[in-house]
């Protein structure tokens, strides 16, 4: 199975899985974000392509089960990974940057 992947604009970390057919048609000016609802796609900002993933039960993918993504996007079309739990600290101090360059 194809997937192309895309980030939001909004939320670090979090990307958008998107099934890809096996026989794209590239002169097709399709919207690949069709599939995902309104209110998700208002959510996620604007996306920004990152690749293109074969992906099959034997992939490993880092922080979500390949088969899990392979059957949302067959039922859905679409797969969200949200940021991993702990990794944004929204209270965090922003750094001062470089001093003395």
Do not use: W
């Not at 890809?20 to 996620?44: G, K, M, S, W």
């Amino acid at each position: 199975m194809h997937c192309d992947i895309y980030k939001s604009s909004k939320k670090d970390e979090m990307y958008l899985y998107i099934a890809r057919p096996e026989q794209a048609d590239e002169a097709q000016d399709t919207d690949p974000l069709a599939v995902v609802p309104e209110l998700l796609r208002q959510t996620f900002g604007r996306a920004t392509f990152v690749m293109h993933l074969e992906l099959s039960p034997a992939r490993k993918l880092a922080r979500v089960s390949t088969l899990h993504v392979i059957d949302s996007l067959l039922n859905k079309g679409f797969f969200i990974q949200m940021p991993p739990e702990g990794l944004i600290n929204p209270n965090a101090v922003e750094p001062e940057g470089l001093r003395g360059a």
